[in-house]
């Protein structure tokens, strides 16, 4: 999550004031003193270690100035290539990759808003999913609809933690041959289906898909009921991406509310 943090500051392009890169640079500190012997970070202590969790923070540290020859961060890029390699993170992590610019939103599954759209009786409906579930999936479908992108400098990239560069293109996700029928070709067969109608201009009811989604976002961020989307950390997260793109200023009400709720998970401890 600290890692995470960082990186919704650059997305949103939010961390070049003093006061907001001073916390960026002790958050820093804390990834360091979290890292472990073999440059790797995890969930929690004693955890195995977690490929995702460690390119994010290599990015993370990266982006706050630590150079690619330092020695934490020559472990952390060997750990995440003997692990792997940057390709095989999860879903959530390709996410902040592609809304850097350092993966195509091709190597992110297809999240339509218009799941928002879905009659009841149809077998995957929001109704019929658990509540931190649908939080997610409304925030991060505005996003892959939209598909944010903040460039980042020159020498920015992570080119050195991937493996395979074919996958900063498309799903890391294999094709199962032994099981065609399985649930994993399933859902790339789908996946496969939305890019081609989205890159054929083929997205009937996109615009009330948006709109709905952000009107059911909105009805449940309202203070007085709740300390942010869902109450977890991702939601608030995604959703301050996510209104950023569709226009919302960081003036806006919303906004500041959602930054506001995000904030309050902080434990700051001054030195």
């Known amino acids: 999550?600290?890692?995470?943090?960082?990186?919704?500051?650059?997305?949103?392009?939010?961390?070049?004031?003093?006061?907001?890169?001073?916390?960026?640079?002790?958050?820093?500190?804390?990834?360091?003193?979290?890292?472990?012997?073999?440059?790797?970070?995890?969930q929690f202590p004693g955890s195995p270690t977690d490929l995702s969790a460690t390119v994010k923070a290599y990015l993370a540290l990266k982006l706050?100035?630590?150079?690619?020859?330092?020695?934490?961060?020559?472990?952390?890029?060997?750990?995440?290539?003997?692990?792997?390699?940057?390709?095989?993170?999860?879903?959530?992590?390709?996410?902040?990759?592609?809304?850097?610019?350092?993966v195509d939103w091709d190597a992110c599954p297809a999240i339509p808003p218009q799941i928002v759209l879905l009659p009841r009786w149809f077998p995957f409906h929001l109704d019929k999913v658990a509540a931190w579930t649908r939080a997610m999936i409304l925030p991060l479908a505005l996003c892959s609809a939209t598909q944010p992108v903040r460039k980042l400098p020159a020498g920015m990239d992570i080119d050195e933690l991937f493996i395979d560069?074919?996958?900063?293109?498309?799903?890391?996700?294999?094709?199962?041959d032994e099981h065609p029928l399985c649930w994993n070709n399933f859902f790339l067969l789908v996946d496969r289906a939305l890019k081609a109608c989205r890159r054929a201009g083929f997205t009937p009811f996109r615009r009330h898909a948006l709109n709905k989604a952000q009107a059911w976002i909105t009805a449940r961020v309202d203070p007085a009921t709740t300390e942010g989307l869902g109450a977890i950390f991702p939601s608030m997260l995604y959703l301050q991406i996510a209104f950023q793109r569709l226009?919302?200023?960081?003036?806006?009400?919303?906004?500041?509310?959602?930054?506001?709720?995000?904030?309050?998970?902080?434990?700051?401890?001054?030195?």
């Open 165 to 176: 560069h074919r996958y900063k293109h498309t799903l890391s996700k294999p094709w199962d």
């Open 64 to 102: 706050l100035g630590d150079p690619v020859d330092a020695p934490h961060m020559k472990l952390a890029r060997d750990a995440t290539l003997k692990h792997g390699g940057a390709e095989r993170c999860n879903t959530f992590s390709t996410f902040f990759l592609a809304c850097l610019g350092l």
């Open 247 to 271: 226009g919302h200023t960081r003036d806006h009400p919303l906004i500041r509310q959602a930054e506001a709720d995000l904030d309050a998970f902080m434990i700051d401890q001054p030195n």
């Open 1 to 42: 999550l600290s890692s995470e943090y960082i990186l919704l500051k650059f997305i949103l392009g939010h961390e070049s004031s003093p006061t907001e890169w001073a916390r960026l640079r002790r958050i820093a500190n804390q990834l360091r003193l979290s890292q472990r012997p073999d440059g790797s970070w995890g």
